[in-house]
């Protein structure tokens, strides 16, 4: 395993407030997230689970409130998996991320989660400062409105500054795609079906 999956704040906290979980880019979420922890688990990689939190602010992110939790739909954690909590946006400042990562020889991650420019872009950027070979597939991370941009268009200006600089841009269908093996060859070169 050189591989970790982080799945950064795809937690309740964000549906306790609708109004703002109405105008998410993909309020369904869960679903491709939850696409590439099957992908992780079947490959034998490490999947983190972190949740955003605030305690002591009375908020939906504070811990006391009973929100900062993985959204329902999501496959939940098996035994083993860490699930961290972490008070900046990025996943590393405030847990012990990095220390676990290195124990488990982890050298490449995969980045997914809410809030596309934020937590994840900022965990992203300092992945890559710190020496792992980043993928983010786009389409497992969501975010809303912001600064009179679309949620669209926050995500496409994410990709921007990511691309090629601190991440590799992918989906979930390319992750899957390269999961699976490639068919068998004919000696002349033709694939085979099976």
């Known amino acids: 395993m050189n591989r970790a999956l982080l799945v950064?704040?795809?937690?309740?906290?964000?549906?306790?407030?609708?109004?703002?979980w109405a105008t998410l880019a993909d309020p369904d979420?869960?679903?491709?997230?939850?696409?590439?922890v099957r992908l992780a688990r079947?490959?034998?990689?490490l999947v983190v689970?972190?949740?955003?939190?605030?305690?002591?602010s009375g908020g939906v992110f504070d811990p006391e409130q009973g929100q900062v939790r993985l959204l329902a739909e999501l496959d939940q954690p098996l035994p083993g998996e860490p699930?961290?909590?972490?008070?900046?946006?990025?996943?590393?400042?405030?847990?012990?991320l990095q220390q676990l990562l290195t124990n488990a020889g982890v050298t490449e991650l995969v980045v997914s989660g809410i809030r596309t420019e934020q937590c994840v872009e900022t965990t992203t950027r300092l992945g890559s400062d710190l020496g792992?070979?980043?993928?983010?597939?786009?389409?497992?991370?969501?975010?809303?409105?912001?600064?009179g941009l679309s949620a669209e268009a926050v995500v496409e200006r994410t990709v921007a500054v990511l691309r090629d600089r601190f991440a590799r841009i992918?989906?979930?269908?390319?992750l899957e795609a390269e999961?699976?093996?490639?068919?068998?060859?004919?000696?002349?070169?033709?694939?085979?079906t099976a």
């Not at 689970?49 to 002591?56: D, Q, S």
């Not at 699930?83 to 012990?96: G, I, P």
């Open 83 to 96: 699930v961290l909590y972490k008070t900046s946006h990025n996943a590393f400042t405030t847990t012990n």
């Open 29 to 36: 979420i869960a679903g491709p997230v939850t696409r590439l």
């Open 132 to 147: 792992y070979r980043v993928s983010f597939p786009v389409d497992a991370t969501t975010t809303n409105p912001v600064g």
């Open 42 to 45: 079947t490959a034998g990689d």
């Open 179 to 192: 999961s699976d093996p490639p068919a068998p060859q004919q000696p002349d070169g033709e694939r085979t």
């Open 170 to 174: 992918t989906t979930v269908a390319e």
């Open 49 to 56: 689970w972190v949740l955003h939190t605030e305690p002591g």
């Open 8 to 20: 950064i704040d795809v937690q309740e906290s964000f549906r306790a407030r609708p109004d703002s």
